[in-house]
């Protein structure tokens, strides 16, 4: 084995290193962050359950969650697959950015600044996609810090958004950030327009609550055997959950034949019949919000403002181009997702799913197949040459 060869094989086993690495990293801000911690303190790992600290030979990337067989060697709970599959994804995606834009040491030499800005990009929309699965929400440390770091990166190797210079990097990524972030709040605004409410009626009076289902987590909307998150029912904060009441309590107190007004932060009861306001409470001070009713209406968007942020992000980092793609990509593949399990009348595998997560999803197949599709299309459907 030659120099060169030896070098290669060692960086290509560094590279698949790093992306499980990265992603035991992420895992931590994929916990952390929706709940408000930080990501440095406390800096080791530790179990939620029985709050044991993790120690080193315990955090080996992808192998320790395979030795413990996935659950804490103190007190027996379970640990999340999703550990080792974000493990495993990130050291897959790291390596295959490596082949396609790095590859060999004399091209690595020339490619390494792209290849860092696209791993940095890659790991934004991993972080992003788990977050917004489990919690519903895309927070503004990965859409706008993202977007910050995409300006840097585009200035400094333009390439990524299609430009040779630094300049045009930087106005190209500012102007591409944009353009996403309007295009996604006009689909927001016209969605508001054409699907803002939901109207469910009720034959009797039936069971609702709103209350905490797991510690420092947001309220659960709960009525009937259907159930609302927080962030899916206020995703901007401006949005009302209106309930027609035969009975409700807050805290100690009872009213009949009322409606409640729900908003992020505050409860308005009204009279059902003069439509006037009785009372009005802060959310934060209320321990019990239930009651029985007979007619909901619920709010809800086409998307909600996280996934206008997490767009120009993308934007930032990979141009108008790929803002277009990762929408007409995501717009697929959640058709395919969600549409395929209602057709199979697999119910329980076709629950709301955000739409950061194919947004995400079409970002990475442009970043991979994007520009390559395009010059097939032009040559072969259209017969051109550019």
């Not at 609302?228 to 034949?257: D, K, M, P, Q, Y």
């Not at 709301?352 to 442009?366: D, Y």
């Amino acid at each position: 084995m030659d120099r060169f060869t030896f070098i290669n094989s060692l960086l290509h086993a560094m590279v698949i290193l790093v992306g499980a690495g990265i992603g035991s990293f992420l895992n931590v801000v994929i916990y952390r962050v929706p709940l408000g911690m930080s990501v440095n303190h406390p800096r080791r790992s530790f179990c939620p359950p029985c709050g044991r600290q993790i120690p080193w030979y315990e955090n080996i990337p992808l192998l320790s969650w395979l030795l413990l067989r996935g659950k804490c060697s103190a007190c027996g709970a379970g640990i999340s697959v999703r550990y080792f599959l974000v493990e495993l994804l990130v050291a897959v995606l790291f390596y295959v950015t490596f082949l396609c834009f790095g590859g060999a040491w004399p091209a690595l030499s020339q490619w390494g600044p792209q290849v860092l800005a696209l791993w940095v990009f890659l790991a934004l929309l991993v972080a992003g996609t788990f977050i917004d699965i489990e919690h519903f929400i895309l927070p503004h440390s990965i859409t706008f810090g993202g977007l910050g770091v995409g300006l840097v990166f585009a200035t400094w190797v333009p390439q990524i958004v299609g430009q040779e210079t630094h300049a045009q990097g930087l106005l190209v990524s500012f102007l591409s950030a944009f353009f996403g972030m309007g295009l996604l709040w006009t689909v927001v605004v016209l969605g508001k327009l054409a699907f803002g409410r939901l109207n469910v009626k009720f034959d009797q009076p039936t069971a609702w609550t709103i209350a905490e289902e797991h510690a420092e987590e947001p309220p659960t909307f709960r009525v009937g055997e259907e159930a609302r998150a927080w962030e899916e029912l206020f995703g901007s904060g401006t949005e009302r959950l209106v309930i027609t009441c035969a009975s409700l309590r807050i805290n100690e107190r009872t009213w009949e034949n009322v409606r409640a007004e729900v908003r992020m932060e505050t409860v308005r009861v009204l009279d059902a019949a003069k439509d006037r306001e009785a009372e009005s409470f802060a959310l934060e001070g209320i321990t019990k919000l239930e009651g029985t009713t007979t007619a909901v209406t619920i709010p809800r968007d086409a998307m909600g403002m996280g996934d206008v942020f997490f767009i120009a992000m993308i934007g930032s980092f990979i141009g108008w181009q790929g803002v277009l793609a990762s929408i007409f990509g995501g717009s697929i593949l959640g058709s395919i997702i969600s549409g395929v399990p209602r057709l199979l009348r697999l119910e329980k595998w076709s629950r709301i799913i955000p739409f950061g997560p194919f947004l995400a999803g079409g970002a990475a197949l442009w970043v991979f197949y994007g520009p390559q599709f395009v010059d097939w299309y032009v040559r072969t459907v259209l017969h051109r040459d550019y």
